[in-house]
């Protein structure tokens, strides 16, 4: 079964700054799909950002990006430019290949961001 | 597009009544809806995977007698919590896979009292 671990249950950032959250993952798949969610205060999650196992290239999304270690099982998330409106819980996820499959959360990170 | 509407987002039930969450996609067809709990400051944990016109598939732990999915249309699935006691207090989110990922409803916060 494939799990997702997330070491950081809260970090801390000050506006401007970069911080990055960590995730790694256990999976015998080759082939597969990983996320970062935010949770703010709200409850609504929000997609912040998509990486395909097939793909070498990291992605990014405006002031996210991901560092991807297929090998290591490794799926960072970097916040450039922090704003006081990234504060929320993050949540890393898997998702298998297989169609109809949900997602595999991990525990979360709480991350605060200071002015 | 690609909204999941979710109902109703707060509700208080007494102990022992049934309550029922509505999901409902907006503009598109959900052929699957994955029903997740929640608990304060923890993580989503699946309880079960609704097929529309089929039974829905539970993950080890949950009751199904308890937890009652039907998805009897493409755009709706509804999560009926029969019974209900106070351990069943939490936030229930709906999630539909889409083309680029999924979509969650906004969730339901459930009390129990």
């Known amino acids: 079964a494939q799990t997702v671990t997330q070491s950081q249950p809260e970090m801390s950032v000050q506006e401007a700054e970069t911080v990055t959250l960590s995730c790694t993952y256990d999976?015998?798949?080759?082939?597969?799909?990983l996320f970062w969610y935010k949770q703010p205060p709200s409850r609504q999650m929000i997609l912040v950002i998509r990486q395909e196992a097939y793909k070498q290239q990291n992605a990014t999304e405006n002031r996210f990006s991901v560092n991807f270690q297929k090998a290591a099982k490794s799926f960072s998330l970097k916040i450039s430019d922090s704003q006081l409106g990234d504060a929320a819980m993050y949540f890393c996820?898997?998702?298998?290949?297989?169609?109809?499959?949900?997602?595999?959360f991990g525990k979360g990170t709480t991350l605060s961001v200071s002015s | 597009g690609a909204v999941v509407s979710q109902h109703p987002s707060r509700v208080i039930c007494k102990s022992g009544t049934s309550v029922k969450i509505e999901c409902r996609s907006l503009?598109?067809?959900?052929?699957?809806m994955f029903w997740y709990r929640q608990f304060p400051k923890q993580s989503l944990m699946l309880m079960a995977t609704s097929n529309e016109g089929s039974k829905a598939t539970y993950e080890q732990g949950v009751e199904k007698d308890k937890f009652l999915i039907n998805h009897a249309s493409l755009t709706l699935s509804t999560l009926t919590v029969t019974s209900a006691h106070p351990e069943d207090s939490s936030f229930y989110i709906c999630s539909a896979q889409i083309r680029d990922g999924y979509t969650f409803g906004s969730g339901t916060r459930l009390t129990v009292v």
């Open positions: 999976t015998s798949e080759s082939d597969y799909y």
């Open positions: 996820a898997y998702r298998s290949n297989q169609a109809g499959t949900a997602l595999i």
């Open positions: 503009d598109f067809q959900a052929t699957t």
